[in-house]
C-alpha cells in the first residue's frame, strides 16, 4: 500500500540471531551495498496469482530520500546467508514486509518474524502503537492474531492483465527526463497534501537501483499543461509492474485524467514486458478505485495490515 508523503527515519542498525531447527536466522539492517540483492530478490518474488507483498517499486518510491536512508530502513532476514524476508519501514512504527513465497506459511521463520516485530530492542519497530502489513494468509498473520494484534483498515489490490491491448488514453502523456522534473514533482504536490516531493528527490529516486526498470509520466491536457502523473516500477518481463504514487492535480479533476494516467501506465508497462499491473489503494477512497476500474484494473479481496496498540 502506498506509504504516508512525510517520513521521519529513527531507523537504528540492528544484527541478531537465532538458531531454530539447526540453521540460522539473521536480522540486520541492510547496507547499502546489500540494496541491489535486496532488490533483486524482491524482484523475483513477485507473481502473478498471489499474495501482493513489497514490491521493489516500493522501495525505488523510497528511494527519493537517498541510498542511506534506503538502506537504514530497510530489514533483512536471511537463513543460511539467503534472504528470506524483507521489511521496509514507512515510519518506525510502520513496517511492510514481503516474505519469499515458498516460506510465507513456514513456522520457524514466522516465528523468528513475530518476535523481532514485537520486541523493540531488535531494532524493528518502535515501542507503543505500531502496524505490520505481510502477505495475506502468511503465518505471521496467523501468530500476530494470537499475540493480541489487530486487524487495520481494508486497502483494495487491483489488478489488470496486460496480456492483451490496451486502450489508448486519448491524450498526450510524456515519459519524464531531468528537464520535466520540475513539472513531475509539482503535479505530485498539487495531487497531495502535504507531499515533500522536491526536484532534488526526484534526482534521488532516479538515481536508485529500482529506477533502472521505472518510468514517470505525465499527462497534459490540450493546452500543454501537467494535470495527472504517476510512476511505475517493472520488476522485470513476465511479472507484475507497480503503480507508485498516481495523482491528478487537484486544480484538474473529475475529467478523466486520472483515468488516462492509469491506460498509460498499463500500456509503459507492456511495453516494458510487465505481466500485469496492480496498486493498492483505502478501501474507503471510492474516487480512486473508481478511477483505477475505468482504466480496466480489477479490485481484488481486501488487504489488512496488522497494529498493536499501546
Not at 500476530?144 to 489487530?150: A, V
Request: charged share 20%; proline share 6%.
Amino acid at each position: 500500500m502506498p506509504p504516508p508523503q512525510n517520513h521521519k527515519h529513527v531507523c537504528e542498525l540492528s544484527a541478531a540471531w537465532c538458531v531454530i531447527g539447526g540453521m540460522a536466522i539473521a536480522l540486520s539492517t541492510a547496507g547499502v551495498g546489500e540494496l541491489d540483492e535486496v532488490v533483486g530478490v524482491l524482484r523475483g518474488w513477485q507473481r502473478d496469482g498471489v499474495p501482493v507483498q513489497l514490491h521493489p517499486g516500493d522501495l525505488g518510491w523510497f528511494w527519493r530520500f537517498g541510498a542511506e536512508a534506503t538502506a537504514a530502513a530497510t530489514r533483512v532476514w536471511r537463513r543460511g546467508g539467503e534472504i528470506v524476508a524483507v521489511g521496509m519501514l514507512d515510519e518506525p512504527d510502520w513496517l511492510r514486509m514481503a516474505i519469499a513465497p515458498e516460506l510465507q506459511r513456514d513456522d520457524e521463520l514466522a516465528q523468528r518474524i513475530v518476535e523481532d516485530v514485537s520486541t523493540p530492542d531488535s531494532g524493528v519497530l518502535i515501542e507503543g502503537q505500531v502496524a505490520v502489513e505481510t502477505p495475506m494468509g502468511a503465518l505471521v498473520q496467523d501468530l500476530l492474531f494470537k499475540d493480541g494484534w489487530d486487524a487495520d483498515k481494508p486497502w483494495i489490490p487491483l489488478v489488470r492483465s496486460l496480456s492483451g491491448p490496451v486502450p489508448d488514453p486519448g491524450m498526450r502523456v510524456d515519459v519524464v527526463g531531468s528537464e520535466d522534473a520540475h513539472e513531475r514533482t509539482g503535479v505530485q504536490r498539487a495531487s497531495f497534501d502535504g507531499s515533500t516531493f522536491t526536484n532534488d528527490r526526484w534526482f534521488a529516486m532516479a538515481d536508485g537501483l529500482p529506477y533502472a526498470d521505472a518510468r514517470c509520466l505525465i499527462a497534459r491536457n490540450k493546452l500543454g499543461e501537467s494535470v495527472a502523473a504517476a510512476t511505475v516500477w517493472s520488476a522485470g518481463e513476465g511479472r507484475p509492474g507497480y503503480i507508485e504514487p498516481m495523482g491528478v492535480h487537484r486544480l484538474h479533476r473529475g475529467r478523466g485524467y486520472g483515468t488516462a494516467i492509469v491506460l498509460a501506465c498499463a500500456r509503459a508497462l507492456q511495453e516494458m514486458g510487465a505481466s500485469s499491473i496492480y496498486t493498492c489503494t483505502p478501501a474507503s477512497n471510492d474516487g480512486a478505485v473508481a478511477t483505477y476500474q475505468a482504466a480496466g484494473l480489477e479490485p481484488q479481496a481486501e488487504i489488512r495490515a496488522q497494529n498493536r496498540n499501546a
